[in-house]
């Protein structure tokens, strides 16, 4: 069975500062799939990005970032020079490359991220 | 481009009363539906799934039924609502077949109360 472990429950930050929001998972098999999900006080998730086990190169759009480290098993999301926009609860999630869908997706519990003007 | 609409956005029901939310989904075909329930404290639950009209999964027990009576109509029911059933309601669906199947594009959630 794979677990997605988002340790951090709260972050605050001061706009403009830069925050990281860690996510571990755990699974036994070597393909697999790694989301974020971002969700604002609106209610609707959106999706952010998804990385196969085999792409470990790490990802940057615009003020976000993604370091992927499979070596310990971590796939952390960094927001630079934050915004009172970047305000929601952020999902980490996993799925084994060989699911046909997304039934067996496992999302970790969430971080809410509170960036303060 | 797809989209994907949910309603009601707010529902507040008494204990015993039935329930009705409905999503559908545009711009797209045979789409994999979702029903997720997050309760207070954030996680998300897969309720019900379905891969086509008239098949539905359903994932965990409870007091709840989904329905796909056409393909892109996905309802969550239930005759007699329990206190518990309080929660935010979101609806999904994803591509099937192809590698995006398991990319995830959720509607904008229906927040039930339960009184």
């Known amino acids: 069975a794979q677990k997605v472990t988002q340790a951090q429950t709260e972050i605050s930050v001061v706009e403009k500062e830069d925050v990281t929001l860690d996510c571990v998972y755990e699974t036994r098999d070597t393909t697999y799939y790694l989301f974020w999900y971002k969700q604002p006080p609106s209610g609707e998730l959106v999706f952010l990005i998804r990385?196969?086990?085999?792409?470990?190169q790490n990802e940057i759009s615009g003020r976000y970032s993604w370091n992927f480290q499979k070596s310990t098993s971590s796939f952390n999301f960094t927001i630079t020079a934050s915004q009172v926009v970047d305000s929601a609860v952020y999902f980490c999630?996993?799925?084994?490359?060989?699911?046909?869908?997304?039934?067996?997706?496992?999302f970790g519990s969430g971080t809410q991220l509170t960036v303060l003007p | 481009s797809q989209t994907i609409h949910q309603w009601p956005a707010t529902l507040v029901q008494p204990v015993g009363s039935p329930l009705s939310l409905e999503c559908t989904v545009e711009?797209?075909?045979?789409?994999?539906l979702y029903w997720y329930r997050q309760a207070a404290g954030r996680g998300l639950q897969l309720l019900f799934y379905?891969?086509?009209?008239?098949?539905i999964s359903s994932e965990v027990p409870q007091n709840l039924s989904a329905s796909r009576p056409q393909d892109r109509q996905f309802i969550l029911s239930s005759k007699k609502l329990l206190l518990s059933d309080s929660g935010f309601y979101l609806c999904?669906?994803?591509?099937?077949?192809?590698?995006?199947?398991?990319?995830?594009?959720f509607g904008a959630g229906s927040r039930l109360t339960v009184l």
């Open positions: 379905s891969v086509g009209i008239g098949q």
């Open positions: 999904a669906w994803s591509k099937r077949g192809s590698t995006g199947a398991n990319v995830l594009t």
């Open positions: 990385r196969n086990s085999f792409d470990e």
């Open positions: 711009g797209t075909s045979n789409p994999n």
């Open positions: 999630a996993l799925i084994l490359l060989s699911s046909g869908s997304a039934r067996q997706l496992t």
